[in-house]
């Protein structure tokens, strides 16, 4: 059974648990944040999240434990950019790909979006098999944070999970 727990209903022990996994070298390399989040920061984010409507980020739970973190920011009634990450403590073979079907899940049949968009640094080629998976198709290349990175997207009537 799959459950998302929004980030503005975490009790204090899953906050650290949010943030000891953000901070961990295998996910912090892949965003555009890379450098460590303090305690403070973590919770000035978590306590900025509540009532916005154009950002949402969820701890994945999958039998009551938890496997992932996925985020819709950039919402409009249209669309999102997502982002995702794998509890980097567990076996995290498979993961992925539970985490991504629950994003596009909660994206498309929850909240009735047409188009979801990702960024994912070029080198990152684990993310970008994961996405091709799922259908999401390339649209553009450009540079972020002197970084290449890649552009894609899905759309709702292109969705097969
Ligand atoms: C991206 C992430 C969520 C993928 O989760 P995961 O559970 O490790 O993913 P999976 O094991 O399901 O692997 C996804 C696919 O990529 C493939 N893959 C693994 N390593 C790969 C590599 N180096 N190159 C290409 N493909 C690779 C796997 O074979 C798998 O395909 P399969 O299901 O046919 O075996 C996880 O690695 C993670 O949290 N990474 C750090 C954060 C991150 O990169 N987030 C995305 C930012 S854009």
Redesign the pocket.
């Known amino acids: 059974m799959i459950e998302l727990k929004n980030f503005v209903d975490l009790n204090a022990e899953e906050r650290k648990m949010v943030l000891t996994w953000r901070n961990h070298d295998?996910?912090r390399t892949?965003?555009y944040t890379d450098e460590p989040i303090g305690e403070k920061e973590h919770e000035t984010f978590i306590n900025s999240l509540s009532g916005r409507n154009n950002k949402q980020y969820f701890v994945v739970y999958k039998n009551h434990a938890p496997i992932?973190v996925i985020d819709l920011t950039e919402i409009t009634s249209e669309s999102a950019s997502l982002?995702?990450?794998?509890n980097?403590f567990s076996d995290?073979?498979?993961?992925?790909?539970i985490?991504?079907r629950a994003l596009i899940r909660y994206a498309f049949e929850t909240f009735h979006l047409s188009t979801l968009h990702?960024?994912?640094?070029e080198e990152?080629?684990?993310?970008?098999?994961?996405y091709k998976?799922f259908d999401f198709k390339e649209i553009k290349r450009m540079i972020r944070y002197e970084r290449p990175i890649i552009c894609m997207e899905l759309n709702r009537e292109h969705s097969a999970s």
């Open positions: 295998s996910i892949h965003m992932g982002g995702l990450y794998a980097p995290r073979k498979g993961i992925g790909r985490i991504l990702l960024e994912c640094f990152n080629e684990k993310a970008q098999a994961l998976k």
